[in-house]
Nanobody, 123 residues
């Protein structure tokens, strides 16, 4: 059973930074692309960032490009999302997800999901 556990969420002022972590356990991490998604109440879950197994490919939503950075440490089975210049509209629950193969942006491509971590940005 694959488990993904996010951490690092919290309350921050606009313009501040947070780093989210997602630890993967239960199976080999090898060959898996990882993604970060977010979902506000009443809205569909949306893609934020993704990274390939080798970290050679990273993909970002336009809304976070230049502010967020996704990275991974395969030795630690962990993926990170560094979030800088946070805005109130970034407030929501953030989820990490895993899938074998290529980085894709659609939620339905991801087989494994974490429970989510709340990020709140005050104005």
């Amino acid at each position: 059973q694959v488990q993904l556990v996010e951490s690092g969420g919290g309350l921050v002022q606009a313009g501040g930074s947070l780093r989210l972590s997602c630890a993967v356990s239960g199976r080999t991490f090898s060959g898996y692309a990882m993604g970060w998604f977010r979902q506000a109440p009443g809205k569909e879950r949306e893609f934020v960032a993704g990274i390939s197994w080798s970290a050679g490919i990273t993909v970002y939503a336009d809304s976070v490009k230049g502010r967020f950075t996704i990275s991974r440490d395969n030795a630690k089975n962990t993926v990170y999302l560094q979030m800088n210049s946070l805005k109130p509209e970034d407030t929501t629950v953030y989820y990490c997800a895993a899938k074998p193969g290529l980085v894709l942006v659609q939620t339905y491509n991801y087989a494994y999901w974490g429970q989510g971590t709340q990020v709140t940005v005050s104005s």
